[in-house]
């Protein structure tokens, strides 16, 4: 079982949904990242979280200590959001454990 | 500023051969990452320097992997010698201190035939 777990794998939606990407782990952590891959392209870090919410521009992220848990919220998608979204955890001893992303196609 | 950049994107060998990925972090960037996906699995940690010193390579899969740091500056990672189970995207990512933002290269793809 992985460490990090992302629901859901594939997302489809219309231009201008509300997106809630979920994730879950298990150990314990010192900061969650959640990262975008464009198709082809490199990783870009969109937060890095160790409490609370996060906003920048359409994107909110949230995350639960308590109960292990965080989401990536997209308000208003777009087109150009279609892109796979990884949660990542860091581990108090600097190791990364990666979901294994959700697929977001946002449709015009 | 540059960003994290990798070298070479895309790499064809054939199994037995070596190949060796480099990786130049952010100027400044102490801590240097490196991961691999293999297809259809998630990203795997497989090494962290601080500086020029591995703090932790507890996901190196096997003594065919060999990373180094000299200096504290570019890292590279080789593999000697291929197999096809090493086909994959190898990333890099470099942050600040221990806490601070990770950011990615685009990755340098690895195919063994």
């Known amino acids: 079982k992985n460490e990090v777990e992302q629901s859901p794998q594939n997302l489809t939606a219309q231009e201008g949904e509300f997106i809630t990407i979920n994730c879950s782990y298990s150990?314990?952590?010192?900061?969650l990242h959640w990262l975008q891959q464009h198709p082809g392209g490199g990783i870009v870090s969109l937060f890095m979280l160790s409490s609370g919410k996060k906003k920048h521009g359409r994107l909110i992220a949230t995350i639960n200590i308590q109960e292990k848990h965080s989401s990536l919220h997209i308000t208003a998608s777009h087109p150009r959001d279609s892109a796979v979204y990884i949660c990542a955890v860091r581990k108090p001893g600097n190791q990364f454990y990666f979901g294994t992303g959700t697929s977001l196609t946002v449709i015009p | 500023e540059a960003g994290v950049t990798q070298f070479p994107s895309h790499s064809v060998i054939e199994k037995g051969q070596t190949v060796t990925l480099r990786c130049d972090p952010i100027?400044?960037?102490?801590?240097l990452y490196w991961y691999r996906r293999v297809m259809g699995k998630e990203i795997k940690f497989l090494l962290h320097f601080v500086k020029e010193s591995k703090q932790d390579e507890s996901g190196m899969p096997n003594n065919r992997f060999l990373a180094e740091r000299t200096g504290g500056t570019y890292s590279t990672l080789k593999v000697q010698p291929a197999e096809l189970e090493d086909s994959g995207v190898y990333f890099c990512?470099?942050?600040?201190?221990?806490?601070?933002?990770?950011?990615f290269g685009e990755g340098s793809r690895l195919t063994v035939l």
């Open positions: 990512a470099s942050s600040l201190g221990n806490t601070g933002e990770l950011f």
């Open positions: 100027s400044g960037h102490d801590n």
């Open positions: 150990v314990g952590i010192s900061a």
